[in-house]
């Protein structure tokens, strides 16, 4: 594989893969679930905590200064990380969950009855649900677009539902259920032609290729730190300034005011407008530590590496009898959702537990894509840019010991 | 081939009743029935039981799910048929409460489910049959799920 990368010393970057799991050396494919930290992450952490801590924004001693410093200079390395414009667009938030609630309860205060939202069966239920329950608030409707046997967006059809009431198009970049990566580009491109804004669900994107929000030209990106080696309870949506200025508020609290009195209370400037409460400081800290630690290591060389992780999954995975890979789009990101013929993924999921090999079983949060497929669930495995092709043989072995278990 | 550890979970007798899963089927007889749901990986169950003079004269399953939970659905008719409703009840608490404490003290071919203790994610997998027929005995409407809090885990 690539000379230039070099796995071997990247993993000595992440202590928790260097450990035994039931008797087996570790294989961790759960990486769409949540990434592995390296200890530059941790380090940030730590530091932190260790020297510089104190509440941001408002305080007059040293320590507060430092804190708010270290604070803003994560919300500038995020906007350096995504190329947005302007800091003002960087809204920190608990993970790609809040980031979409926020638009659902800030941006969807303007809907009214008829009008629509539009997503995909593809969607994570966290681009499910806070859309219907805002449909539920306000009288709209969630329309979705369909996908193909391949797991593809059926394109035409999206762009057929596109109509004079859409208000807001919400589509994940990467499904995180079949892997497939949509046309963000040719999807913002249509639908911004029609002046409707797009929120792209960024998460499963995020962590596994280069992303410009200026040259996607999307109006809203929401990710989370979690699966980009960042620490849980840290991500951030980003929005176009020209519309987060007249996004109303949608958490009350400190640091979102500028003035508060009984006869009234006015508003803090953007991004603090939208973030109440004493913020997740160290995760800001950790999550630009990740950051800076995945532009080190390279986008470009990481989506190459993973691209040559799926190519080898699919090839050995592919050579087992009975086995079927659900989501064949042609393009798609490193992870590969199958079932085996007479093996339950939960049953497959506890045998290759035992022999080390950490996947995910199940509907993954995404039921109507089991739905649209006529399953229960799949096994999936994830990858990152720590993982070997060696680890992919490991599963592909334990798949083999789970039929022979299985077999009648 | 297998792990010892798997051994445990997965005996022969579990094995053998996930391939061929007794008195699985839509009965002809109209009795009490409950629907058994985990939301969590998406196991099904709809048990089917027939009670005269306080007695389990008949119980069926329809199941899709996984090896542990269709073995668990099929033991559970083979230990409960024809037995009183209250001793089908005190059995029901004993397997929750022995799936939840290690494991020990489960009668019969029951036993061969007391590795399951050691997985605590498939507990639930295996206790969601006697769920299901436990609320088809108290004729309870609408569909029990693994994660309401009444019974065991």
């Not at chain 1, 800030?106 to 329950?133: A, C, K, Y």
């Not at chain 1, 805002?134 to 709209?140: F, I, K, N, Q, V």
């Not at chain 1, 990101?333 to 939960?346: E, K």
Request: one cysteine or more; a neutral charge; hydrophobic letters at 45%.
């Amino acid at each position: 594989m690539t000379a230039t990368f070099d796995v071997a010393a990247l993993r000595r970057d992440f202590p928790i893969l260097t450990q035994q799991v039931n008797g087996h050396p570790l294989a961790y494919l759960d990486n769409a679930a949540s990434s592995q930290r390296p200890l530059q992450v941790l380090e940030a952490i730590g530091h932190y905590y260790a020297h510089d801590h104190a509440n941001i924004h408002r305080g007059v001693h040293t320590l507060s200064h430092r804190a708010t410093d270290l604070y803003e200079g994560a919300r500038e390395t995020v906007r350096a990380f995504i190329n947005a414009a302007s800091v003002r667009e960087i809204v920190f938030t608990s993970g790609t969950t809040e980031a979409i609630n926020l638009v659902a309860f800030s941006f969807g205060q303007r809907l009214v009855p008829g009008d629509e939202i539009l997503v995909t069966t593809m969607e994570h239920h966290s681009n499910i649900v806070p859309w219907q329950l805002l449909c539920e608030r306000s009288g709209a409707v969630l329309r979705v677009a369909p996908i193909n046997d391949a797991g593809e967006l059926l394109f035409d059809e999206f762009v057929q539902l596109l109509g004079p009431r859409t208000r807001l198009v919400s589509v994940a970049h990467v499904s995180n259920a079949l892997g497939s990566v949509n046309p963000v580009r040719e999807i913002v491109a249509a639908t911004r032609a029609r002046g409707i804004p797009v929120l792209v669900d960024g998460a499963q994107a995020i962590a596994h290729e280069a992303i410009d929000v200026r040259e996607l030209d999307c109006d809203f990106y929401a990710f989370s730190g979690h699966k980009m080696c960042g620490p849980t309870g840290t991500g951030v949506l980003y929005g176009r300034e020209a519309i987060l200025r007249d996004l109303p508020p949608w958490k009350g609290g400190g640091d979102m005011i500028l003035t508060v009195s009984f006869s009234g209370t006015t508003y803090n400037e953007l991004p603090y407008r939208l973030e109440a409460g004493t913020p997740h400081i160290a995760g800001a800290i950790g999550l630009a530590a990740a950051m800076r630690y995945l532009t080190a290591v390279g986008m470009a060389r990481i989506a190459a590496w993973e691209a040559q992780l799926l190519a080898h999954a699919t090839a050995e995975l592919g050579k087992i009898p009975g086995l079927r890979f659900v989501g064949t789009a042609r393009r798609k990101a490193g992870l590969v959702s199958f079932n085996v013929d007479g093996i339950h993924p939960h049953d497959l999921g506890t045998v290759l537990d035992q022999q080390g090999v950490a996947i995910r079983a199940g509907h993954h949060c995404a039921m109507p894509v089991m739905e649209r497929f006529g399953l229960q669930g799949t096994a999936r495995a994830s990858f990152a840019f720590y993982n070997t092709p060696a680890e992919i043989d490991q599963l592909a072995a334990a798949v083999r010991v789970a039929q022979r278990m299985f077999a009648a | 081939m297998t792990a010892p550890d798997l051994q445990t979970l997965y005996r022969q007798i579990v094995l053998d009743h996930s391939r061929q899963p007794r008195h699985q089927r839509r009965p002809d007889w109209r009795g009490r029935e409950a629907e058994g749901h985990n939301p969590l990986c998406g196991d099904k169950i709809r048990v089917y039981a027939r009670v005269h003079d306080d007695r389990l004269d008949d119980v069926a399953y329809e199941a899709s799910g996984c090896a542990i939970c269709v073995a668990s659905a099929s033991l559970m008719t083979e230990a409960t048929l024809g037995r009183d409703v209250p001793a089908v009840r005190a059995l029901a608490g004993q397997f929750g409460t022995a799936l939840g404490s290690g494991g020990g003290n489960l009668p019969g071919d029951l036993a061969a489910l007391a590795g399951v203790s050691q997985y605590p994610a498939r507990i639930r997998c295996a206790t969601l049959p006697w769920k299901a027929l436990l609320a088809a005995l108290d004729a309870s409407p609408g569909t029990v799920t693994t994660e309401q809090a009444s019974g065991d885990r």
